[in-house]
């Protein structure tokens, strides 16, 4: 069996082929692939948090769960085998490296939009024995997969299906980068430019002190779905640099958070009160920011593009976002920076 197999018989493009060719070439894992079945597969399910029509479909297209969907072909089993693979190679991946996974949110058969699923679900082991060995609670490890659920439930309602479209984003937290910890996820990241993260020019981040230099160890904060809630949100901050030191072990002085959220127009339309604007003012912006429209649709509207006509208007936020663009205006995604307490 072979990536070309998979690709031919599933109906996949040549960037997933490439995908799968460069899993098949990493080791061997310690561990071999092993899905688990029965009582074990119903507490990996309840750790996911999946939503109810998620976790039914899930259910029923598990392997040996005898309906017709839940017989799989050798190509399906090879898809999440390489998968696995993956996971198993990049669990020492060097920090600030990214590894890009397919999303097969196109695929027409549900078993491959949600294979990435069972390569999770086969690592859950590994994730908590890794997570002891850094002494971290075993109620963080399962608020931290319970993320896998929110990003199954945003792929259907961006696609309409199961699936997971952010596949690269929970096989992140399977190498130690996210932790959910209180109100917030936390990564372990470097004060650089990245992506959409920016950070100062060296000169300028020295000025700052200790622990606030280009390359320089730091939090990442990412905002869960309904997150922000201002005591949940002091509870993470509290926490976060302890958390780090007796389990990550760093000792970060500052935190960064890059989002669409800390575009300063929110204070505009949204005002007093709002907790996104009282989240905004807990940061001090760096950079120019990036353009933001689509990370917008993406969480404001469910929309996997932007698309200003089909954009609904029922609630403040989404008729700002809206008039915004309707009056040639933008959004954008910020980066914004908070030194920790503690």
């Known amino acids: 069996m072979d990536s070309v197999a998979v690709v031919e018989r599933f109906g996949l493009g040549a960037d997933v082929r490439l995908w799968l060719e460069e899993a098949e070439r990493l080791p061997e894992p310690v561990r071999a692939l092993e899905v688990p079945v029965g009582a074990e597969a119903e507490r990996v399910l309840d750790l996911f948090a999946l939503e109810a029509a998620d976790r039914a479909e899930v259910e029923a297209l598990w392997p040996g769960s005898g309906s017709e969907p839940g017989r799989w072909p050798p190509e399906l089993w090879h898809l999440v085998e390489c998968m696995y693979r993956r996971l198993c190679a990049d669990a020492d991946l060097a920090l600030g490296e990214w590894q890009d996974w397919p999303s097969?949110?196109?695929a027409e058969d549900a078993r491959v939009r949600a294979a990435s699923l069972w390569a999770f679900a086969a690592r859950v082991p590994a994730q908590f024995e890794a997570h002891a060995e850094l002494g971290v609670d075993p109620a963080v490890t399962a608020a931290t997969l319970a993320d896998v659920g929110v990003q199954?439930?945003?792929?259907r309602r961006m696609f309409g299906r199961l699936g997971v479209e952010t596949a690269s984003w929970v096989a992140a937290q399977f190498r130690g980068r996210l932790y959910w910890v209180g109100g917030l996820q936390l990564e372990p990241g470097l004060l650089t430019d990245?992506?959409?993260v920016e950070w100062y020019a060296e000169q300028e981040a020295a000025r700052l002190g200790p622990g606030m230099g280009r390359g320089d160890l730091a939090l990442r904060l990412h905002i869960p779905s309904g997150g922000l809630d201002p005591a949940s949100v002091d509870d993470a901050l509290g926490r976060a640099r302890g958390f780090a030191r007796s389990h990550l072990g760093f000792d970060p002085v500052v935190a960064t958070c890059t989002s669409w959220l800390l575009?300063?127009?929110?204070?505009?339309?949204?005002?007093e009160g709002s907790n996104i604007v009282g989240f905004q003012r807990r940061f001090t912006l760096v950079g120019r920011g990036q353009p933001g429209e689509s990370d917008v649709f993406r969480f404001v509207f469910g929309m996997p593009v932007v698309d200003v006509a089909a954009a609904g208007r029922r609630t403040r936020l989404e008729r700002a976002v809206?008039?915004?663009l309707e009056s040639g205006g933008a959004w954008q995604v910020r980066t914004g920076w908070l030194r920790l307490p503690g």
């Open 104 to 106: 097969l949110v196109g």
């Open 152 to 155: 199954v439930a945003r792929s």
């Open 194 to 196: 990245q992506g959409g």
């Open 263 to 271: 575009d300063p127009q929110w204070e505009e339309v949204l005002g």
């Open 322 to 324: 809206v008039e915004r």
